[in-house]
């Protein structure tokens, strides 16, 4: 979750899972990295945007995903730093762009609902 004078920056995903919505920047955690590393190479590798003061929002432990996997899903935020939103990985996201907290499109993606709920209200554990 990023945030860039009070806005958040959300991409229309592509592809078979979560066409269509919007989400944050993100994906999996490589072998031995640390999160705030991830995060940082993961917006980069989406958007070529530079991101600070990387820190823990939430922690969502999906249990029900239609499949014999689960996965828990650590939330972090950030603050911009440098650069313009561009479209990286365009077979995986239509556009990336920055929107008001209190006015987000619709639908967002999965479990973005608990990121917007643990910044305002704190809460950091959602066990679905």
Request: proline share 5%; charged share 30%; with cysteine.
């Amino acid at each position: 979750m990023i945030f860039k004078d009070g806005k958040i920056l959300l991409g229309k995903r592509k592809g078979s899972f979560g066409a269509g919505e919007f989400a944050f920047p993100g994906g999996k955690l490589g072998y031995m990295e640390s999160l705030e590393a991830c995060a940082r190479r993961e917006t980069k590798e989406e958007t070529g945007l530079e991101i600070d003061n990387v820190r823990f929002l939430r922690i969502y432990n999906f249990k029900h995903q239609g499949d014999p996997e689960h996965y828990l899903d650590v939330g972090l935020a950030a603050d911009w730093k440098e650069g313009e939103p561009k479209l990286l990985e365009p077979d995986k996201c239509e556009n990336w762009n920055w929107y008001d907290i209190k006015n987000l499109p619709e639908p967002l993606f999965g479990a973005i609902p608990t990121y917007i709920e643990a910044h305002k209200t704190g809460k950091n554990f959602f066990d679905a």
